[in-house]
């Protein structure tokens, strides 16, 4: 028995739209490009799930979408499977992007395919629920918000994603936050992951709010904070010995390139974690999407990756040492 886990944390996945049209014609592992070898070998993975798995339903015309994002279970759910997905969160503004029916049946066929969820569900109640599994005999929470969209936020009797406002300024969303926390603890679980899906998009930094929510949740026992919406990767934090991924990029998606921010460069985040829950070490690896699917990086998108994360975390003090092409942290030397 291992005497740490390797987890896998990444940022969005999207696999609707022009994924969804060029994976009819490839292999259902084609989406995960050279990485399906790395994201098997690790003892979980944990995504941004940001589109609906389903047939069903109609886009979302109650307010104005420019994008509705949805992806065939046909193939969805397998190549979920392949990957070795063990969570995903659904907390973003693109899980009602085709109606309750849609919402409903990803649901439905994540529960069918075994894969765990959090963040939007039937009611508010079910949104917020935190997600438990087990992983080598290491109990799990996970729990998922967002304060993207707020039409799609659930309501007592009506699906929905988890909507808060992150802002610890803000009552009702600090009793929400703590009272989920509190929840995801009562079975006494040796890691808990949030996992956000906040701010706005193309941005290269966490608001000061951001940073205030991301320190207090490390502070009320949350082990590792999963951050995402941006479509760009932000610096990273350890605080009191705990990652704070403010926001993991894109992992895989169709969108439209900023030559600038490049959100097509990212990495897939690996945190070991020891079997008392305690985080050990942070791992980088450089990613880069082409052809519709998450490859490794090259060479030039590797050290624009590597120079990028480093500018992006030194206001934190993080230190990330270079390891072959990887991006590496000790957390031990933090606490």
Known sequence: MAST??????????????????????????????????????????????????????????????????????????????????????????????????????????????????????????????ARLSIDGVEIALFAFTDNTPEYAAGPDSPGVAHVSFDLHDEESRETLTSTIQKAKETNPDIVVASLHWGPNMVTEP??????????????????????????????????????????????????????????RGFLFEVCVRRDGIPDELRLIPTEIRDCAVNTASEAATEWSHRRLRERSEPFGTRLARVGDELVASLDDDR
């Open 5 to 130: 886990l390797r987890l896998g944390f990444t940022g969005d996945v999207m696999l609707g739209r022009l994924v969804d049209r060029r994976q009819r014609s490839r292999s259902v592992d084609a989406v995960w490009g050279d990485l399906l070898d790395e994201l098997q070998s690790l003892d979980g993975l944990f995504i941004n799930l940001e589109c609906a798995v389903s047939r069903e339903g109609h886009p979302w015309r109650r307010t104005y979408r420019p994008f509705h994002f949805r992806g065939d279970p046909r193939w969805v759910v397998p190549a979920l499977e392949r990957a070795g997905v063990d969570w995903v969160s659904l907390a973003n503004n693109h899980a009602l992007d085709y109606e309750v029916e849609a919402l409903c049946d990803t649901v439905d066929r994540l529960d069918q395919a075994d894969i765990a969820h959090a963040g939007a569900g039937r009611t508010d109640a079910a949104a917020r629920e935190p």
């Open 207 to 264: 608001s000061s709010a951001f940073q205030d929510v991301g320190r207090w949740l490390i502070e009320q026992g949350v082990t590792l904070v999963h951050g995402h919406s941006a479509h760009v990767v932000h610096g990273i934090e350890i605080h009191d010995g705990h990652p704070i991924l403010y926001d993991t990029g894109d992992f895989v998606d169709d969108y439209a390139v900023d030559e600038t921010l490049r959100n097509d």
